[in-house]
């Protein structure tokens, strides 16, 4: 088994947080994981992903064109990553910001407002917590409670106080969407 | 941080760390793209440890900093990236010519010239042949995961000091700038006694002088022989590399650094695919596992070597195979890292229609 | 009969300067091998030595020295004593090393008031290479290349080194000295004596630029040489003290 994710919005909403955080969920699963961010002037413009390898052997490409799994908080990063999924792989957008289109018949598409999810709690902050949380309602491969534990894991001793309004972030992304 | 507790961490930060777990007593170091990360985050740990960190003004100024630093037995060393590592070329042969223990880190990007910041394997003859002057060796080591970007890094620094020469860590940017589960353990090399020529001050002895030639001619040949006896015994000692599905395989996939992730992954396709392939992965670049690789091909295996160059560790392969079998290339210069499905349609060909010497993608 | 004058205890004693007749890099070396013996640093100092007419400068000290690529002394010493600040470090430099391949190392040293001290000898010519135009070459002057004389249409001007370094903020002295008379002399070890006290007190960069006769390239007697120092070189580069941070009333 060797799953690829590729996370994206503008900067600002926690992107390559989110990806650290799947990255760490997947490392305390006992799994190999990679993380990859798009860095200098891929970032200009305002957009920034990374990408994250998970597999049962040794993560052979950390970095590739087309993708499992594309989770898009912005209307640019759908329009550029529903071309990069493969066929019979799923797109999973933050219809908040992203207009609910389907371009590509041969691909899954998820949508669910995760910006006014997070809004509904009080910040826009969650977001990524939010997106980590639909993403793990529709992904088997990511486990919602190692989601937790890799918060926890990235944020340290110094920001606890963090995890609470995180976790329900979580739990609300991952109600937002039944299959 | 010295634990057995895997980290997620990026390669970057990771050489910075395992340098500090080393002994690094000083850093000197100008920022370039894909490895700025090392100097930031030694720039708040140096200081708080109570050791130099110095924002040099030029690469030049920053490998001539280790330069005098190491001279003094410290342990030292700069990070830099491909074009940046150009400027650093004289000071590497006087490194070799001083025998002074200097660790340069380089995190390639892509060339020539200011080149991009893809990543890219551009630099093995920078690294392993060297732009400076004279008849020097430089010991290469090539990490491909970032778990060996700690482990080299050690490494790096005791090998340095065993055999008083400089040692390149040769990542790239793809290395650099990924996150992967990774732990520090403990450095597992001894220290090295530097007292027989490190300069502390002319104590109760003569004064020391450290320099690369002089004026008496029997002297300076005799030193370059010197070196050479060094670099032999280097070679012996210290030649590393690792191979899989070696025994019965007919086709060997080649190459170094984070490249050896991509053939392990398509040689375990093209073995499903009921093909005889193995791996070959020179961890020491230099010195470059001649002789095994020449055996190899004396057995009648093939060679196919995979870099993100235009063929530079290919003419490493092809003088150890000598003619005694065939070698071929698969390579793009720079930019996307060759994906297993690259490697495995082309190693496809190469068995279809035999060698191919210089197969771009 | 009483001794009255030996060679510095710092200095080999099997030395033979490769120096030319006549050249003033002979003194200079003396006075600062004096100084390691009165200040008593020769069991902690480190040279970083340049590339020039200097370049054998280990084989006439017996202290540590380390070679540095040519221009980069300052880069080196800024290494070695980073390494071990409780050392005595300093650079012997020409003019072509201090502040032409090396002006960028030598300025970013004074500017982050590295603790160290260095000394550059200016002879307005590239000595080692045979008389060549160098950073410091006055207007006028012939060298193998400036047959007919510089002038600033074709090459521009001298730079004035020591001026330059007490311009940046971590520079703790800075004096330009002469060797062409015994008083020059005297005062120029009390420049150098400054610039190393500096350094022993951690107050940052010393640096002391020593006019010096070059008789070989300059084609004169060492007389004439130490003429043309005191009636070209001197107006052109005043000797003085440029920056002083431990003088009472200013000069900061």
């Given amino acids: 088994m060797e799953k690829n994710f590729i996370i994206a919005g503008f900067g600002g909403q926690g992107v390559l947080l989110a990806g650290t955080i799947l990255a760490n969920s997947f490392m305390l699963a006992d799994k190999n994981v990679t993380w990859y961010p798009c860095y200098g002037a891929e970032m200009r413009g305002g957009t920034v992903n990374c990408e994250i390898v998970v597999s049962d052997t040794e993560v052979s490409s950390v970095h590739k064109q087309d993708t499992d799994y594309a989770l898009v908080l912005n209307q640019q990063s759908f329009d550029k990553f529903v071309q990069r999924v493969k066929t019979g792989g799923t797109i999973v957008a933050n219809s908040t910001l992203v207009a609910e289109t389907k371009p590509r018949a041969d691909i899954n598409y998820v949508f669910a407002p995760m910006g006014d999810l997070a809004n509904e709690l009080g910040t826009s902050k969650v977001t990524n917590m939010v997106a980590l949380g639909v993403l793990s309602s529709v992904v088997d491969v990511v486990d919602k409670n190692f989601l937790a534990l890799g918060f926890e894991k990235v944020m340290g001793d110094k920001k606890k106080d963090l995890i609470p309004l995180n976790k329900k972030a979580l739990e609300i992304g991952f109600d937002a969407v039944k299959i | ?361 | 009969m009483q001794q009255v004058f030996s060679i510095p205890k710092c200095m080999k004693k099997d030395f033979r300067y490769t120096f030319c007749p006549g050249c003033d890099h002979g003194v200079a070396v003396r006075l600062v091998a004096e100084l390691i013996d009165e200040m008593e640093l020769q069991e902690k100092a480190i040279c970083s030595t340049c590339v020039g007419c200097s370049v054998f400068l280990y084989n006439f000290l017996d202290i540590d020295c380390v070679e540095a690529p040519h221009g980069r002394a300052c880069a080196s010493a800024t290494g070695v004593k980073r390494a071990q600040p409780d050392k005595f470090v300093f650079t012997y430099q020409g003019d072509g090393d201090f502040a032409s391949i090396g002006l960028a190392e030598s300025m970013h040293s004074a500017l982050r008031g590295e603790n160290f001290s260095a000394i550059c000898i200016n002879n307005t010519t590239y000595g080692m290479t045979g008389g060549q135009m160098g950073p410091t070459s006055l207007m006028g002057q012939k060298t193998t290349t400036s047959p007919n004389g510089r002038n600033a249409d074709y090459y521009g001007y001298p730079i004035k080194i020591a001026e330059q370094i007490a311009l940046c903020d971590g520079t703790a002295f800075s004096a330009r000295v002469s060797l062409d008379t015994i008083p020059n002399m005297v005062k120029a070890k009390q420049a150098i004596k400054k610039a190393f006290e500096v350094q022993q007190k951690g107050l940052g960069f010393g640096f002391v630029e020593i006019l010096s006769s070059c008789p070989t390239n300059w084609k004169m007697t060492p007389e004439e040489a130490h003429k043309r120092v005191r009636e070209e070189m001197i107006p052109v580069f005043p000797l003085g003290v440029f920056k002083d941070i431990t003088a009472s009333g200013g000069n900061k």
């Fill in chain 2, 1 to 361: 941080m010295e634990s057995n507790e895997k980290v997620l961490i990026k390669g970057n930060y990771a050489i910075a760390q395992a340098a500090v777990n080393a002994g690094l007593q000083c850093y000197f170091g100008y920022p370039i793209t894909p490895q700025t990360e090392i100097g930031e985050y030694l720039s708040g740990v140096m200081p708080e440890l109570g050791k130099a960190y110095v924002c040099a003004e030029s690469e030049l100024a920053a490998i001539n900093m280790v330069l005098g630093a190491v001279s003094t037995g410290v342990r030292a060393m700069t990070t830099s990236s491909s074009c940046a590592v150009a400027l650093m070329q004289e000071a590497l042969s006087y490194a070799c010519g001083d025998e002074l223990p200097v660790v340069l880190v380089n995190v390639m990007r892509a060339g020539p010239g200011l080149g991009y910041i893809y990543p890219a394997q551009g630099d093995y003859n920078q690294s392993v042949y060297g732009g400076g002057n004279g008849d020097y060796k430089i010991i290469v080591l090539a990490p491909s995961t970032v778990q060996e970007c700690i482990d080299y890094t050690y490494r790096a620094f005791y090998l340095a000091q065993k055999y008083r020469n400089p040692v390149i860590l040769l990542a790239d940017g793809l290395l650099g700038q990924m996150m992967e589960p990774a732990s520090f353990g403990e450095n597992p090399y001894p220290e090295v006694d530097v007292s027989s020529w490190a300069l502390t001050g002319a104590k109760s002895r003569e004064g020391r002088a450290i320099y690369s030639v002089g004026p008496d001619e029997k002297k300076q040949i005799q030193h370059i022989y010197n070196l050479f006896e060094k670099f032999e015994l280097i070679k012996k000692n210290e030649t590393s590399y690792e191979e899989f599905n070696i025994e019965d395989a007919d086709i060997i996939l080649t190459a170094f650094g984070s490249m050896t992730r991509n053939i392990k992954a398509a040689m375990t396709v093209l073995r499903d695919k009921g093909l005889k392939v193995g791996c070959f992965r020179p961890v020491t670049l230099s010195p470059f596992p001649y002789e095994r690789i020449s055996n190899l091909a004396k057995l009648g295996k093939k060679f196919v070597v995979v870099e993100m160059n235009m063929g530079q560790m290919f003419k490493d392969v092809r003088y150890a195979v000598n003619g005694k079998s065939e070698v071929s290339l698969i390579n793009r210069p720079c930019g996307e890292w060759l994906s297993v499905e690259e490697i495995v349609s082309a190693v496809e060909n190469i068995y279809k229609k035999g060698a191919c010497y210089a197969t771009s993608i």
